[in-house]
């Protein structure tokens, strides 16, 4: 049974998700109704916790990273200004370089974007890669 993005979050933010089963595409579809249904500062804490619990449910606290979490929220939210869309599905096939999950590689280079402190807290992006 497929379920659209409001159900989605709404088990998303109740944390009656699996980690094992929420994939790449879950991730852009709770980000896009997040950042629908709330403003951005909302958007971003509730999402992030989510994420944060999702990985510490899974036995891998380690794998949250403040820096990605927020960089690609702004980077969804960017992009919902920019051309608004009438639904994700629009949304996501206007976009689909967002389902890279090395889109951000564009402004981060891998040692800045993977280290200890990007996990911590959020890092302005290297322009050089």
Request: net charge negative; hydrophobic share 45%; with cysteine.
């Amino acid at each position: 049974m497929s379920m659209d993005e409001k159900q989605l979050t709404t088990l998303f933010l109740a944390q009656k998700i699996e980690p094992s089963e929420f994939r790449h595409m879950d991730h852009l579809r709770v980000a896009y109704e997040m950042l629908h249904a709330n403003d951005f500062i909302d958007a971003i804490a509730q999402y992030a916790k989510g994420i944060r619990s999702m990985a510490s449910r899974a036995g891998a606290p380690a794998k949250f990273n403040v820096t990605i979490t927020i960089a690609f929220m702004s980077l969804v939210a960017e992009r919902i200004h920019i051309a608004p869309q009438k639904c994700f599905s629009e949304f996501i096939s206007e976009n689909g370089d967002l389902l890279q999950k090395d889109v951000l590689d564009q402004w981060y280079g891998q040692d800045r974007l993977q280290s200890d402190v990007a996990r911590q807290i959020f890092l302005l992006p290297n322009v050089d890669g």
